[in-house]
């Protein structure tokens, strides 16, 4: 029996341990350091049907215990992610959560119909939750209304099941959560960046070109489990964790507070082999903790 | 191949003021094989400073397994990194990127090496390979005040070297274009590292010379996943954009937009 092993709509995974979109490119990079294969799937970075060439630079600042950036969703576009990417993906035996984003509501049907019927993507991420780009993006995930009827839209389309990927930047993130289960999601991914902004103390002026960008890493996490929690509350369909997970500690904690799976985002720019790692020590912690399966750790705090 | 070493501190020193040399071993010097390249380091187990640090290798030696870093502190990151005592563990990843190719030039003929500031490291050992080739090397040094000023006899040993200083503090007055505008271009390729007016002063000085420019950009990931450190392109090739980490840090002239 593999204890790692995590059933979710349209995914049999491995083990729960991913890398967050926007963190992995589309997995190349990675791929020359460790077998892709190893991890329990992989969230490939932000599709939309047209070419973006992102943000000017400079895109990111450090942060303490965390980091700023605003790269815009810079992405070839369906056409070459279709092609070239997810093609070269298929080597690799693990299943791809494909990120989708767009600047209309028919952006997102025309990409989710499409990236869906690739043969290796077996979920998607609607990505409403973007605060780096003007238009699209978290103007669709901070209204419930409109989140519950993109997602309809959405659903509607796809052939493979949907995750909305939620943002933290609202006032009450449970509302969200309902209105996407309302609209039929088979799952939610929480939480994207936090609006975040550094100056350059000398001048006064902001580091990132954008002037604003989103914030991530460690520094997020204690806000991250707490909606994780808050939403596990209040919705049924399954939760994949993410928020400045960089130990197996904090895989433990999302875990604990109701995620199902977790994703792990800056942590791979710290440390690019982080995934495997974690993957790793996940057996060990369960014997440390006295659980069989990481199945019996999900939830665990609301069963105190 | 891109590896991830605790390497072992060997020495370190300050040079001139504020700039440190630095030196590591390790297996992962096995891999360092073109000059140019750079080593991401993390300066503390801790999470803050929380990211790497692009830092440009200045000499290699398998034979003992070190290699040197020149760098200047700082921020807080290479503030911590200037406080690395001998026998100190530093997180390596690297080598990464794309270094200054040596075979476009060949014995006998003379190449131009043009650093600026905390750019003039790379050139140190692109220097010793183009010398062991039989190349010429020709160095041209700028750098902000005498008090910053490095490796000047090291670069002499190798070749014919002019400093520049912008106060004139030490070597002539002004920026490394003043020293070039009085030199006969005879030389077949030219190098350089530095802040990109100065890069982009280069292309517009030699449009018709082969040079190779490296590049500096903020960095996130350091391999070519995050999208930070991206550069716009010109027409002289197809793609829209270049990543410096992965794709550079040195690309020919002409290729990035300045």
């Given amino acids: 029996m593999n204890r790692l092993a995590t059933l979710l709509p349209g995914l049999s995974l491995k083990n729960p341990i991913m890398p967050a979109s926007g963190c992995f490119g589309f997995g190349k990079e990675y791929a020359k350091l460790y077998d892709l294969s190893k991890l329990g ?7 939309t049907l047209e070419t973006r060439l992102g943000n000017p ?68 991420e609607l990505n409403i939750s973007c605060p780096n780009v003007k238009q699209g993006g978290i103007t669709f995930g901070t209204d419930p209304y409109i989140a519950e009827e993109l997602t309809k839209a959405v659903k509607a389309v796809s052939s493979v099941p949907v995750y909305v990927k939620l943002s933290p930047n609202v006032t009450d993130i449970g509302a969200i959560a309902k209105a996407v289960e309302a609209g039929g999601a088979d799952g939610i991914t929480m939480i994207n960046t936090l609006l975040g902004m550094r100056l350059d103390t000398k001048t006064g002026r902001p580091v990132i070109a954008n002037v604003t960008g989103g914030l991530s890493g460690p520094a997020i996490k204690p806000v991250a489990l707490r909606m994780v929690y808050d939403v596990a509350k209040q919705v049924s369909i399954p939760i994949i964790g993410m928020g400045g997970i960089s130990t197996i500690d904090d895989v433990v904690d999302f875990l604990s507070a109701g995620a199902s799976a977790v994703a792990v985002g800056t942590a791979n720019f710290v440390d690019p082999f982080i995934c495997p790692k974690l993957i790793e020590q996940l057996p060990e912690k369960l014997d440390d903790l006295g659980f069989e399966t990481v199945t019996d750790l999900v939830g665990r705090s609301h069963r105190l | 191949m891109i590896r991830q070493e605790q390497m072992q501190v060997v020495k370190q020193r300050a040079i001139a003021t504020n700039i440190f040399e630095l030196t590591l071993t390790g297996q992962l010097v096995l891999d360092m094989k073109q000059p140019g390249q750079f080593v991401h380091l993390r300066v503390s187990d801790q999470m803050e400073p929380l990211l790497r640090r692009p830092i440009s290798i200045s000499s290699i030696d398998e034979s003992t397994l070190e290699f040197t870093m020149i760098y200047r502190a700082e921020g807080r990151g290479t503030t911590l990194l200037s406080e690395k005592k001998p026998g100190d563990q530093v997180d390596v990843l690297g080598p990464l990127g794309n270094g200054f190719p040596i075979d476009k030039v060949e014995e006998g003929q003379k190449a131009l090496l043009v650093g600026g500031g905390i750019g003039v490291p790379p050139l140190f050992e692109l220097s010793k390979r183009l010398v062991e080739k039989g190349v010429q090397p020709i160095h041209v040094l700028g750098f902000q005040s005498e008090d910053v000023v490095f490796y000047e006899k090291q670069f002499q040993e190798l070749g014919e070297t002019y400093i520049v200083t912008v106060d004139g503090s030490h070597g002539s007055t002004g920026f490394v274009t003043n020293v070039l505008d009085k030199f006969k271009d005879d030389f077949a390729v030219y190098y350089s590292c530095g802040p990109t007016p100065m890069l982009a002063a280069l292309e517009k000085m030699y449009p018709s010379k082969e040079g190779y420019l490296s590049f500096e950009q903020r960095m996130g990931c350091g391999i070519g996943a995050c999208f930070a450190c991206v550069c716009d392109t010109t027409e002289k090739i197809e793609a829209d954009y270049v990543k410096v980490c992965s794709d550079g840090p040195v690309f020919p002239s002409g290729v990035v937009r300045v």
């Fill in chain 1, 57 to 124: 630079t400079p895109r990111v600042a450090e942060t303490p215990a965390g980091m700023l950036n605003a790269i815009g969703l810079q992405n070839p576009g369906l056409k070459k992610v279709l092609e070239n990417e997810l093609t070269w993906l298929e080597q690799y035996d693990v299943p791809i959560i494909a990120n989708v984003a767009g600047y209309t509501t028919e952006d997102y049907v025309n990409v989710a119909e499409s990236i869906s019927k690739a043969s290796n993507v077996q979920a998607l």
């Fill in chain 1, 41 to 47: 799937a992989i969230m490939i970075k932000a599709t």
